[in-house]
DNA sequence: GGAGCTATTATACGCTTGAATAATAGCGAC
DNA sequence: GTCGCTATTATTCAAGCGTATAATAGCTCC
């Protein structure tokens, strides 16, 4: 009976490496397919585990989600530079890895879906879609304002609302069928779609 | 020990059943949710008759996904009269209930997250959004041929991308969250919108 | 280098799952 | 009516689920 050897993991790491396991296994195999044995295997340590570093397996996932959503906002914040080159790279990243990937698309679904069934994840959703949307119009209104133009809030709003959806659907249809579409297509697409949008061409 | 009375249903009619109660079932509590067990009980029988209509419960909801993706697809289809008008129609109604509906997006998000998962999903998917994105360039091809517009296939495709996005992302949005826009507020910016994008306005 | 703490393993439990099988009852044909 | 077909029910099964508990071994500190 010979027990397996394991390390000790310093603080917080494990937990990090369980959630990074909990998505990688929730992307490969549904949420179904994510179970507490499988996602100790992929992290290598033992299914017990699981339940010392969480209440259960739901509040892993739901903080699993919370890495989702940080993961896919986190790139379009960090942007520098003129309002110009920010609107730009804010949409960019969206049409570049790691974000546009088929792995996060499928992390998103898999997470939307249970949106409706668990009210958990239906706040941390509404908290990651306006922090979201918050960011682009805040982006828009230095853009327009730079160049010069006007913009009430509720204009900044509702081309808010517009190139977030116009983004995300993109986004959807390009990691879920990236093979229909020519490389660099879509964010060549996204783009003039933004400039037709705003009525504006996007340089620096 | 008395056996449950029941009645023999005519051709095909409990097979439509079951599929209206497994999308039920995933609607209301996930993939994960939508066991054998409750979809018979939703569908008022019990549930080995699942086996007795589909090989497998795999099989029965591959085709419950050929029934959500006939269902978002078939309204926009059938729209009739001159090209603006149909081109308004086909757009205006996704913000329209069935289409506008939290549990159609639950069912499009709860089958999109297994796309990846599952090749007989990913080719239902794959049809479903070319059948969507053809039908949307065709009439949006006509619609600019009405207005005298010369555009190359090329441009049809990418307008037809690009409106295909805007429509998909605000969509999803507006099913998750509705309470976030005013009544009304997407289909007029989802209208502006495509106006902007094809620079011309959509009237009869 | 031994003691103490606790992260980790190992094992077991009760429950649910999808599926297989056998018994039964609805219903059309005659 | 009742016979025969099969749609439907009822029951069972093995596998896998999330969780609980007890034993163990890696580290830190002295």
Known sequence: MNRRTFHRAP???????LIEATLDCI?????KGATVRQIAIRAGVTAGLVRHYFDSKDQMVAEAYRAVIASL??????????????????IAVNFTEPVADSRSVSLWAAFISQVRVDP???EIHREGYLAFRNTLQELLSEFLAA???T???DEC???????????????????LAGDLFRDGELVSIAMA????????????
Not at 157 to 175: K, M, Q, T
Request: net charge negative; hydrophobic share 40%.
């Open 11 to 17: 603080e917080g790491e494990r937990r990090q490496e």
């Open 27 to 31: 992307s490969e195999f549904g949420l």
């Open 73 to 90: 906002t986190e790139k379009a914040k960090n942007v520098e530079g003129d309002p110009a080159t920010r609107l730009k790279e804010f």
């Open 120 to 122: 958990v994840l239906a």
């Open 147 to 149: 160049k010069g133009r």
């Open 151 to 153: 913009a009430s809030a």
């Open 157 to 175: 709003r509702r081309h808010a609302i517009a190139i977030n959806g116009l983004v995300d659907g993109l986004w959807v249809e390009g990691c």
């Open 193 to 204: 779609s933004v400039e037709a949008l705003i009525g504006l061409p996007i340089e620096n």
